[in-house]
């Protein structure tokens, strides 16, 4: 089984809290539960990778194919960052089916001798890391103290990669117009300008349908099983009502949260022409309705032990529904 997509997908394929990927063990049990799969070993291969966004997931299969790589099954779960990093590279005026300004404005700056963008990532990257490890150790407690005193520790260090994220974002925009350096090791040129958003979102879902149809069409052609899920997210109101602890993970000046809120729907419109080409995919955005538990782990994206295991069950399934028609 080959995974496709960004973080989410990335640690749905892996089940990593981090960098150690240990493998979905918890999906591999809930796929066997298919009777066709009962008896097979489930080998899942992660081509997932944070930030990507399409048509890098289409490009992404296109190269392994053309190497060899054998599937049996294909598992695209994306949406989030389509529309939330899109948006971002529509802001700074970059194509928006380039890849997400965020990985792609530092290598712009390449040929100067300030640092401090690169210096903002690897912070950022190391208190990503501290925080999953301490979300990690808090739902291990199993006394009050552990937990209160994990909390807090998840808390401050929560503050601080989004106080790091904000800086991050704000140095990008300050710094966009030195993408217009031709000394640059890596040049972008610009769009004219800003599009309006109902015509940037249209741009991003018209792209994200025909990169799955053309991963889909691409698969049949091979007798490969192809399923594509739009990935829940906090942003997107559904009729899930949030704890006020789980509130935390909501910021409401987010930037990923106008792309999220605008761009959802874009995507949820071309559902049913995907269906209708016959392509198996699934709108998870409700998944987490009817939990009242916490389910999601950070301001951005991701989920908890209990998320995960609402995705992976739900995921199972829905192959289950296809295989058995």
Same mark, same amino acid.
């Given at each position: ?13 892996? $089940? ?30 992660? +081509? ?40 971002? $590279? ?142 829940? $997210? ?53 998944? +987490? ?37």
């Amino acid at each position: 089984m080959g995974v496709f997509g960004g973080s989410v997908a990335y640690y749905f394929a892996t $089940n990593a809290i981090y960098n150690e990927a240990k493998g979905n063990e918890g999906f591999i049990q809930e796929i066997k539960q298919i009777p066709q799969l009962k008896d097979k070993e489930i080998i899942i291969l992660c +081509f997932a990778i944070a930030g990507y966004k399409q048509p890098q997931h289409l490009l992404m299969l296109n190269y392994f194919l053309s190497i060899g790589q054998a599937f049996d099954l294909v598992i695209n779960i994306d949406g989030f960052n389509e529309v939330a990093l899109s948006n971002l $590279n529509n802001q700074q005026k970059i194509e928006l089916f380039l890849p997400s300004v965020q990985h792609i404005l530092p290598l712009t700056r390449l040929a100067n001798d300030d640092l401090s963008v690169m210096k903002a990532i690897v912070k950022i990257s190391e208190l990503k890391n501290n925080l999953s490890i301490a979300i990690n150790k808090l739902e291990s407690c199993k006394l009050a103290l552990c937990y209160g005193w994990k909390s807090l520790e998840v808390k401050g260090l929560l503050d601080r990669y989004q106080k790091e994220i904000f800086k991050y974002d704000e140095q990008i925009a300050k710094d966009s117009s030195k993408t217009d350096n031709i000394d640059s090791l890596v040049y972008l040129s610009k769009m004219p300008q800003v599009l309006e958003d109902k015509v940037a979102f249209e741009k991003v879902a018209k792209n994200w349908y025909e990169s799955s149809l053309t991963m889909s069409q691409i698969l049949v052609e091979r007798n490969i099983l192809y399923f594509h899920f739009i990935q829940p $997210n906090q942003y997107y109101p559904t009729e899930r009502v949030f704890s006020s602890e789980e509130k935390k993970f909501i910021i409401e000046d987010n930037p990923y949260a106008v792309g999220v809120r605008k761009g959802y729907p874009a995507l949820i419109s071309k559902v049913n022409s995907l269906q209708k080409a016959k392509v198996n995919v699934f709108n998870a955005v409700d998944i +987490f309705d009817d939990e009242k538990e916490i389910v999601y782990r950070d301001a951005c994206c991701h989920y908890n032990i209990i998320g995960q295991t609402i995705l992976d069950k739900y995921v199972a399934n829905s192959v289950k529904t296809i295989m058995e028609e």
